[in-house]
């Protein structure tokens, strides 16, 4: 991979990995999709054959075994993360692992410790980093641009599981790791950690299921819905250089009709400013009453990709990864790592805990597996 070879990639999954990532992939200089594989044959061998990639594989085992994979992209339901990752760390690839990272802070923390273990590039898809309009405010942060944080505000809503004919499917079901609090949610924590460079210290979350049934896909009959479309939460955030005393709050839906939105407000003590799902950033002074537009550079897109701030973010991304494996690196820079999917763990951990027990509850704040190797 260091001396001008293709870096070559194995994806495991033929749903969202064919609208993001296979695009992304195949954008970037100096990569190659050398396989894939799926739960479901005949839908990977469709992709395989829209992409032009070369070999099918039986299952993800033989995928992750492969020699001539460097790069295995886990894009899969969350419950088939844990086991994946670790098998695919366990042959020495470099892993970029879809969020949430597992299924639970135990799972994840097993994780961060293989891949330290592993010494290998091991990155989670929070691709929203890397939208130029979301660097430019965490770096207007920095500099002081709204002085120290008060207050966040993070809405997202959409209607694409809105459809009560929508066949019941892992999204579904808890149990898979499905739901917006997971899918949604982990974009959220990590937004939040990743801007005000801070943990979050408590949390409260209230979940629901707005759609209590959907059709199965293949009997038709009517299947019992178990993971949330809802989320509501609030959070508070640790001190840090950036926060002081500082408040979060989240309202998450996929059943929402209107205008889709995925917009981040942060609020300080001398002005504010709010990035929109288009990539328009928008900075309003103290004492202004008006929002004022920020001039950035919109983000390309990967041929093949469906209009979304996802996409935009992943075609930055998967070319750094590339780069970063090119280079020999086992980092990228501003990347999430698995010490930060870790972290987002606990937090939806709390959440969940918190759902139930109708209480604020505390994050766990324990070191990590880079804080732990340090410490020893």
Same mark, same amino acid.
């Given at each position: 991979m260091?001396?001008?070879?293709?870096?070559?990639?194995?994806i495991i999954g033929?749903?969202?990995?064919r609208?993001?990532?296979i695009p992304?992939f195949?954008?970037?200089?100096g990569a190659?999709? =050398?396989?894939i594989?799926?739960?479901n044959?005949?839908?990977?061998?469709?992709v395989a054959?829209e992409f032009?990639i070369?070999h099918?594989?039986n299952?993800?085992?033989?995928?992750v075994?492969?020699?001539?994979v460097?790069l295995v992209?886990?894009?899969?339901?969350p419950?088939?993360?844990?086991?994946?990752?670790l098998?695919?760390?366990?042959?020495?690839?470099?892993?970029?692992?879809e969020?949430p990272m597992?299924?639970?802070?135990a799972?994840?923390?097993?994780?961060t410790e293989?891949?330290?273990?592993?010494g290998?590039?091991a990155?989670?898809?929070?691709?929203?980093r890397?939208l130029?309009s979301?660097?430019?405010?965490?770096s207007m942060?920095t500099?002081?641009?709204?002085?120290?944080?008060?207050?966040?505000?993070y809405?997202f809503?959409s209607? /694409?599981?809105?459809v009560l004919d929508?066949p019941?499917?892992?999204?579904s079901d808890?149990?898979?790791?499905?739901?917006t609090l &997971?899918?949604?949610?982990?974009?959220v924590?990590?937004s939040?950690?990743?801007m005000?460079s801070?943990?979050?210290?408590?949390v409260?979350?209230?979940?629901?299921?707005?759609?209590?049934e959907?059709?199965?896909?293949?009997s038709g009959t009517?299947?019992?819905v178990?993971?949330?479309d809802?989320?509501k939460?609030?959070?508070?955030?640790?001190?840090a250089?950036?926060?002081?005393?500082a408040?979060?709050? !989240?309202?998450?839906?996929?059943?929402e009709?209107?205008s889709?939105e995925?917009?981040?407000e942060? /609020?300080g003590?001398?002005?504010?400013l709010?990035?929109?799902e288009?990539?328009?950033?928008?900075?309003?002074?103290?004492g202004?009453?008006t929002?004022?537009?920020v001039? =950035?550079h919109q983000?390309?897109?990967?041929p093949?990709?469906r209009p979304a701030?996802?996409?935009?973010?992943f075609?930055n991304f998967a070319?750094?990864i590339?780069?970063?494996?090119?280079q &020999?690196?086992q980092?990228v820079?501003?990347?999430?790592?698995?010490e930060?999917? /870790?972290?987002?763990q606990?937090?939806?951990?709390a !959440?969940?805990?918190s759902?139930?027990s109708?209480?604020w509850?505390?994050?766990?704040q324990?070191?990590? !597996?880079?804080g732990?190797? +340090?410490? +020893?």
């Amino acid at each position: 991979m260091t001396n001008g070879n293709p870096v070559r990639i194995g994806i495991i999954g033929a749903g969202f990995a064919r609208t993001t990532q296979i695009p992304g992939f195949r954008d970037c200089m100096g990569a190659r999709i =050398v396989a894939i594989a799926s739960k479901n044959p005949e839908r990977a061998a469709s992709v395989a054959k829209e992409f032009e990639i070369e070999h099918v594989a039986n299952d993800w085992r033989e995928l992750v075994a492969r020699e001539d994979v460097d790069l295995v992209s886990v894009v899969t339901p969350p419950v088939t993360h844990m086991e994946m990752t670790l098998a695919a760390l366990d042959h020495g690839k470099a892993v970029l692992c879809e969020k949430p990272m597992a299924m639970n802070a135990a799972e994840a923390k097993r994780m961060t410790e293989a891949a330290a273990e592993a010494g290998v590039l091991a990155l989670i898809d929070h691709e929203l980093r890397f939208l130029k309009s979301r660097r430019m405010m965490r770096s207007m942060l920095t500099s002081g641009t709204i002085g120290a944080v008060r207050h966040c505000n993070y809405v997202f809503r959409s209607d /694409y599981r809105g459809v009560l004919d929508r066949p019941w499917d892992w999204w579904s079901d808890e149990t898979m790791g499905g739901g917006t609090l &997971g899918a949604i949610g982990s974009h959220v924590i990590d937004s939040f950690r990743w801007m005000l460079s801070t943990e979050i210290s408590a949390v409260s979350c209230m979940l629901n299921s707005q759609i209590a049934e959907r059709p199965d896909k293949t009997s038709g009959t009517m299947r019992r819905v178990t993971s949330d479309d809802e989320a509501k939460l609030h959070f508070r955030f640790a001190d840090a250089s950036l926060t002081r005393n500082a408040t979060g709050a !989240a309202a998450l839906s996929v059943v929402e009709s209107g205008s889709h939105e995925n917009r981040l407000e942060i /609020y300080g003590s001398s002005g504010a400013l709010m990035v929109e799902e288009t990539g328009e950033l928008w900075h309003s002074p103290a004492g202004s009453g008006t929002w004022r537009p920020v001039q =950035v550079h919109q983000d390309p897109m990967a041929p093949g990709m469906r209009p979304a701030s996802w996409s935009r973010g992943f075609t930055n991304f998967a070319c750094d990864i590339i780069e970063a494996l090119r280079q &020999g690196h086992q980092k990228v820079e501003g990347a999430a790592t698995f010490e930060d999917g /870790y972290r987002i763990q606990l937090v939806l951990d709390a !959440a969940r805990l918190s759902n139930t027990s109708g209480r604020w509850e505390k994050v766990e704040q324990e070191a990590g !597996a880079e804080g732990r190797r +340090q410490a +020893q």
